[in-house]
Nanobody, 121 residues
């Protein structure tokens, strides 16, 4: 059974930090790219970042460059999203998805449930 489990969300003040985790199982982690996405109420889904265990490629949205960092621990089958200098506009449900191959993700072969991030001003 394929599972992608995002965790680590919570309430933080503007300027604070959070680290999200995406734990994967049920597929060959080394062959996949893992992407982080977010969706705020009333807004369209946005791709946040991507890291590929397949070829090391990466991508990230302009809105988070310089603040968010994505890393992958293949020994733990887990991808992390370190979020620094958080802003109220980062408030959203964050979820991870996986697709075989490089970044960026053009589809979601697998998708997990999200974790809520709330940034207060």
């Amino acid at each position: 059974e394929v599972q992608l489990q995002a965790s680590g969300g919570g309430l933080v003040q503007a300027g604070g930090s959070l680290r999200l985790s995406c734990a994967a199982s049920g597929f060959i982690f080394d062959d996949y790219a893992i992407g982080w996405f977010r969706q705020a109420p009333g807004k369209e889904r946005e791709g946040v970042s991507c890291i590929s265990n397949y070829d090391g490629s990466r991508s990230s949205a302009d809105s988070v460059k310089g603040r968010f960092t994505t890393s992958s621990d293949v020994a733990k089958n887990t991808v992390y999203l370190q979020m620094n200098n958080l802003k109220p506009e980062d408030t959203a449900i964050y979820f991870c998805a996986a697709e075989n191959g490089p970044c960026p993700l053009y589809g979601m072969e697998y998708r997990g449930k999200g974790t809520l991030v709330t940034v207060s001003s």
